[in-house]
């Protein structure tokens, strides 16, 4: 099964590369080509990039910030993430549009659902920055939501590992990978690939989820035109 449109959701702490903070260069120029030969098959694509390489709100309110602000400068961190990929995308040539939850009409456009299936179906990836735009969310819940919103085919939840396991597979090496998990399976046994939240709307939602490994060469090109032997697929 090819996917027509996927919403592709990355962590920031995917875009430090090798380093402790931060943007690597080579991270977006991969992710950016990576994203081209999807591109180029004619595949919808609209994003959801996380802070965690900038700013986590729950890290700050356990140093004592508020939560509320502490979240907003989470969000703010989404945007910075955001715009690197746009770049790297125009780059390479991919007409890419950010559009953010939290209005900055100097910087990029505000979040409108109607728009973004417009800059979709004119071939532009959408990038949806400062994720819901509330506190106490966080960007695998956005992911969801705006999914949903856009009826994207699938959510591709680019990880560190090939998928989902049965313990962690950088700790035990007998670690199991599912091929197939229900979205029960992740809520009962707390398995850390979205928060619950995300996975709760995704299931009452019958949204499908694909956790797979973006660092290898085409495996968003391949997951996304429905290779068999790729990830973990959460569903009903
Ligand atoms: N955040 C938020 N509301 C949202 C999405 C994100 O307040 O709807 C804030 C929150 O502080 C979060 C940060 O933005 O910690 C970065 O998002 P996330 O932790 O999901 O990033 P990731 O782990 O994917 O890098």
Redesign the pocket.
Known sequence: MTFKRILLKI???ALMGDNSYGISTEVIRFLSSEIKKVHDHGIEIAMVI????I????AGAAKGMDRGS??NM??L??VINSLAVQDGLETVGIPCKVMSAITMLNVCEPYERVKALDHLGNNRVVIFAA????????????AVLRALEIKADVIMKATRVDGVYDKDPEVYPDAQRYTTLSYNKVLRDDLKVLDAAGISLARDNELPILVFNMKESDNITKAALGAEGIGSLISA
């Open positions: 962590s920031g702490e996380g802070a965690g390489n700013f986590r709100g729950v502490a979240d989470g969000m961190g989404t994720g819901t735009g509330n506190p106490y969310f966080t960007t695998d819940t956005a």
